[in-house]
């Protein structure tokens, strides 16, 4: 699919889309609750859809209305299939779960979702003797997990700590939990721990790396509403930098999302401030490359991570800014971008199936008009991306699917 965008001044009021990271969460809760719980506010992201499939495989029974999830958790039918489709997410959330159960599980899904990194997992089931197989585009483990004390690398993921942090608490035994430094992204994990919380399970904190999780735990069902998604708001809010005067709504400026510092990022960006460690906020990097472009340059440092996303997003952007005229430098763990004038590209912008690489680019032709290939992949996290350009006047002219 491709989508030809005209260059113009973003304008009006736009609701910010349902957090994807704090979906995730809450619809795992309520899964694992004894009862029925609501999950209010989500939308139809394929990520979300992919999390949604793998709930059910658990047995959960889940009933979707307008943008209301009813959850069943402890259903009695079961899957040993989990289809992740492209979800990271959902992939380092559900494996520790299907360790819990003595049967073999199946994870599948894209071919570059099973190429990001595991080996967190990998070591622990290879230190509890317990069966982890990957190849034919698959990942088959077979439990039963046990509690006791578990150290991890804190530089690869939080996500495997949230995925831990759900299954142990289920586990008869106590656990700890403790991260390695340096420890990445933690605002994921203080938003797990908030999720947590509401569903009834209690996790001791005894200082900042450590997690003391008492086993024989259970999840409360909940009615729970999504928080606006400050990762996508991100990308409405950088077409006021480009000259627009956009207002996204929805969002809680208490929330524990990591991503809301772009707000602080941007000022920096603007003031002529080049240098941002990202170490935190690592799905800021596509957005804050583009604006980096667009303005005085940009250093974007610990981007390591960035190569193990659902593109190598440093290499994807760098050729794509160059496009625009723009020339980047990648290297092991930063990225300089020069800023300078954005020229019209004269080549189509490729998204690399990469739905942060899509919008940010999108940003970028705002003001210069052009075209994306590849544009479908915003339906990863935030599906009305180009028609919500369109509310707030941005000509946006889609051409062919997904399949052509």
Same mark, same amino acid.
């Given at each position: $699919?491709?989508?030809?965008?005209?260059?113009?001044?973003?304008?009006?009021?736009?609701?910010?889309?349902?957090?994807?990271?704090?979906?995730? +969460?809450?619809?795992?809760?309520?899964?694992?609750?004894?009862?029925?719980?609501?999950?209010?506010?989500?939308?139809?992201?394929?990520?979300?859809?992919?999390?949604?499939?793998?709930?059910?495989?658990? #047995?959960?029974?889940?009933?979707?209305?307008?943008?209301?999830?009813?959850?069943?958790?402890?259903?009695?039918?079961?899957?040993?299939?989990?289809?992740?489709?492209?979800?990271?997410?959902?992939?380092?959330?559900?494996?520790?779960?299907?360790?819990?159960?003595?049967?073999?599980?199946?994870?599948?899904?894209?071919?570059?979702?099973?190429?990001?990194? $595991?080996?967190?997992?990998?070591?622990?089931?290879?230190?509890?003797?317990?069966?982890?197989?990957? @190849?034919? #585009?698959?990942?088959?483990?077979?439990?039963?997990?046990?509690?006791?004390?578990?150290?991890?690398?804190?530089?690869?993921?939080?996500?495997?700590?949230? @995925?831990? !942090? &759900?299954?142990?608490?289920?586990?008869?035994?106590?656990?700890?939990?403790?991260?390695? =430094?340096? &420890?990445?992204?933690?605002?994921?994990?203080?938003?797990?721990?908030?999720? !947590?919380?509401?569903? #009834?399970?209690? %996790?001791?904190?005894?200082?900042?790396?450590?997690?003391?999780?008492?086993?024989?735990?259970?999840?409360?069902?909940?009615?729970?509403?999504?928080? #606006?998604?400050?990762?996508?708001?991100?990308?409405?809010?950088?077409?006021?930098?480009?000259?627009?005067? %956009?207002?996204?709504?929805?969002?809680?400026?208490?929330?524990?999302?990591?991503? +809301?510092?772009? =707000?602080?990022? &941007?000022?920096?960006?603007?003031?002529?401030?080049?240098?941002?460690?990202?170490?935190?906020?690592?799905?800021?990097?596509?957005?804050?490359?583009? !604006?980096?472009?667009?303005?005085?340059?940009?250093?974007?440092?610990?981007?390591? +991570?960035?190569?193990?996303?659902?593109?190598?997003?440093?290499?994807?952007?760098?050729?794509?800014?160059?496009?625009?005229?723009?020339?980047?430098?990648?290297?092991?763990?930063?990225?300089? %971008?020069?800023?300078?004038?954005?020229?019209?590209?004269?080549?189509?912008?490729? @998204?690399?199936?990469?739905?942060?690489?899509? $919008?940010?680019?999108?940003? !970028?032709?705002?003001?210069?008009?052009?075209?994306?290939?590849? *544009?479908? *992949?915003?339906?990863?996290?935030?599906?009305?991306? &180009?028609?919500?350009?369109?509310?707030?006047?941005?000509?946006?002219?889609?051409?062919?699917?997904?399949?052509?």
């Amino acid at each position: $699919m491709k989508a030809s965008i005209q260059a113009g001044l973003a304008q009006g009021s736009i609701q910010a889309p349902p957090s994807k990271s704090d979906a995730h +969460r809450a619809l795992i809760c309520a899964a694992l609750a004894n009862g029925k719980s609501a999950i209010r506010g989500i939308s139809p992201s394929e990520d979300l859809l992919a999390t949604l499939d793998c709930i059910r495989s658990l #047995g959960a029974q889940v009933q979707i209305e307008g943008n209301v999830a009813t959850v069943t958790g402890k259903a009695l039918a079961e899957s040993n299939l989990f289809p992740c489709r492209e979800s990271g997410s959902t992939l380092r959330f559900l494996l520790p779960l299907a360790l819990l159960r003595n049967t073999p599980c199946c994870f599948f899904g894209s071919s570059r979702l099973l190429e990001r990194p $595991m080996e967190v997992y990998q070591q622990i089931c290879r230190e509890q003797g317990l069966r982890y197989t990957c @190849g034919n #585009g698959t990942i088959e483990v077979c439990g039963p997990l046990s509690a006791g004390d578990f150290s991890l690398r804190g530089d690869l993921s939080s996500q495997f700590i949230t @995925g831990l !942090l &759900f299954a142990l608490p289920l586990l008869q035994g106590d656990s700890k939990l403790t991260v390695l =430094q340096p &420890f990445v992204s933690r605002p994921y994990v203080e938003l797990t721990l908030a999720t !947590l919380c509401k569903f #009834g399970i209690r %996790v001791e904190q005894p200082d900042s790396s450590t997690f003391v999780i008492p086993g024989g735990q259970t999840y409360h069902p909940d009615d729970y509403t999504v928080e #606006g998604d400050w990762s996508n708001a991100a990308f409405y809010e950088a077409l006021n930098l480009l000259g627009g005067k %956009v207002c996204v709504l929805g969002l809680d400026p208490d929330s524990k999302q990591g991503d +809301r510092v772009y =707000q602080s990022i &941007f000022s920096q960006i603007l003031s002529g401030a080049q240098a941002v460690d990202v170490s935190d906020c690592p799905d800021l990097a596509p957005i804050l490359m583009a !604006l980096g472009a667009a303005f005085h340059g940009i250093v974007l440092q610990n981007t390591a +991570r960035l190569k193990a996303k659902e593109s190598d997003r440093g290499v994807a952007m760098a050729e794509e800014l160059a496009k625009f005229g723009v020339s980047c430098k990648v290297e092991e763990n930063t990225i300089t %971008v020069s800023g300078g004038q954005l020229q019209k590209p004269t080549e189509t912008i490729y @998204g690399h199936n990469d739905h942060r690489i899509v $919008m940010a680019c999108a940003t !970028l032709l705002t003001r210069t008009g052009g075209e994306i290939e590849g *544009a479908e *992949a915003v339906a990863k996290s935030n599906p009305t991306y &180009f028609e919500d350009l369109q509310k707030l006047g941005i000509g946006v002219t889609i051409y062919g699917t997904v399949n052509q």
